[in-house]
């Protein structure tokens, strides 16, 4: 069995670019509201194609490491972005492949403070809250069309992540 052990990188705009943007306060903002509200405009593009732009809550519970990672997802029609709720960390598994995920390609991040947003075909695992229950806000897409795609591992690769 080829083992495949994976520790988390910091999360930052550069080395998540490929993936999606990174959701976070900088930059110069622009004050809006007579002066009383920092504005950091377009932090992340919504892709939804022909579909609707919604909103959700997701409710993670947390992980257990080490874990093994058997599973990859992906939504083809439209982007999908996780802005946690509070400033726990929480891990980013993402990786590339034209029809499957390629788990010689796998990067996991250490977010905290931070938002993602996984552009159309991104292959990522799902939601790693780390230390407690932890609620997201989801912007996603709805619409015609199946926007899911999850595919397994080989049965022969052992993907583990820890801290």
Not at 61 to 77: A, D, K, V, Y
């Amino acid at each position: 069995m080829d083992v495949l052990k994976l520790t988390p990188e910091p999360l930052t705009s550069q080395a998540f670019e490929k993936f999606g943007d990174v959701i976070a306060v900088g930059g110069k903002p622009v004050m809006i509201n007579e002066g009383t509200t920092e504005r950091y405009h377009r932090l992340g593009d919504v892709e939804v194609g022909e579909g609707l732009g919604i909103m959700n809550i997701f409710r993670a519970q947390p992980r257990t490491l080490p874990m093994n990672i058997t599973m990859m997802e992906r939504h083809p029609l439209g982007s999908q972005a996780f802005l946690p709720c509070n400033d726990k960390p929480y891990l980013v598994l993402v990786c590339e492949g034209e029809t499957a995920p390629d788990p010689t390609t796998l990067k996991l991040f250490l977010a905290q403070g931070q938002g993602v947003n996984y552009q159309a075909n991104c292959w990522h695992h799902p939601l790693l809250a780390l230390d407690e229950v932890s609620d997201f806000w989801v912007v996603d897409r709805a619409g015609p069309g199946n926007n899911l795609e999850e595919t397994d591992f080989s049965k022969s690769l052992n993907i583990e992540i820890s801290l």
